[in-house]
């Protein structure tokens, strides 16, 4: 179907992207997945791209173009050639809109114009050793100190990615105990420079997907973090996170969608030069079916998701509404890819053929911002059940 969710700017980026994409990632990406990471360089280059500046105001080093969407040209570039920018996803995706949203002018100044550079890179630390989506659990603790210039951080988190390369981590803790039948009241996020003593990086953790991102285990062992490094309120970072989630399941949702579009491509190149007693696998009659109704269902998120876009810039967006885009989006990418991997045969096992990686790299997006069911549980809230 036609699209109408892009402008010609959009579309001008777009082309700028896939150009970047072919020269300065292709090229290099098995080398990537095999060290865990991208290298360092490669965030200099985004940053003088301009991709990490896009919405950060100009007085901030930023362009100040704004908008989700072009973030959202970016995730479908890079889900059309089967690649990814490593960690990076979570520098813009994530951590830019707590500094946007929360961080003070004194803050914004301190640390944008390194971020839009490429320089500083970050991450944000929520998951903890079982917690797992139950965030009111974090029991990572900041204790204020008694001349009250500096927190006291200790605990433990997991599944961070962006990990092992951040110069600064947002991580949410604990400043205070719950109050009385509300979990999710005391806690904090406090941005930590990784470089201060006590702050540990554990192991870099092995994923089946997703293997040029860098994910790790951290620590935090009596480490100083200064007052001045309190993002907004102590005490709202439930609110906060919440507030936030609504543009990371976005993301995760388009992210599905362009998964899903791109396997449909790599099957119709794949069927329709591999030949089978006689004749391309393409001309069966249950390739066709399969492909069709793949493309159908890709159609139907593909329109939930542009809705969702739309909605996101007008800030109209809600929580159940992006709840039911990504569950939608990653459930439906999650079985066309898993079809278009079936029409490759045992090719498709075949880390060579791009459809194997985009199969580990997809099964993610159904876990990670919530799994299905906390979707499924946001929902069923906003219909009073």
Known sequence: MQRSVYTEDHENFREMIRDFIAHEVVPHYDAWEAAGHAPREF????????????????????????????????????????????????HTGLVLPYLLEFADDEQKKRWLPDFVSGRMMTAIAMTEPGTGSDLAGIRTTAVLSEDGTHYVLNGAK????????????????????????????????????TGSEGYAVGRKLEKIGLRSSDTAELSF??????????????????????????????????SAVAAAAAAIDFALAYTRDRTVFGQPVSGFQNTKFVLAECAAEVAAAQALCDRALDLIEQKELTSADAAATKLFCTETASRVVDKCLQLHGGYGYMLEYPIARLYTDNRVFRIYGGTSEVMKTVIAKSMGL
């Open 158 to 193: 997991t599944f961070i990615t962006g990990g092992v390369l951040a110069d600064l981590m947002l991580v949410v803790c604990r400043t205070s105990p719950a109050p009385a039948g509300d979990r999710r009241g005391g806690l904090s996020i406090l941005c930590v420079d």
């Open 221 to 254: 062992t009596d480490v100083k973090v200064p007052v001045e490094n309190l993002l907004g309120e102590e005490g709202r970072a439930f609110a906060y996170l919440a507030h936030n989630l609504i543009p990371e399941r976005l993301g995760i949702a388009v």
């Open 43 to 90: 965030y200099h280059k985004l940053g003088d791209l301009g991709v990490f500046g896009i919405e950060v105001p100009e007085e901030y080093g930023g362009s100040g173009v704004g908008g989700f969407k072009y973030q959202a040209v970016v995730v479908e570039e890079l889900m059309r050639a089967g690649v990814s920018f490593g960690g990076s996803g979570v």
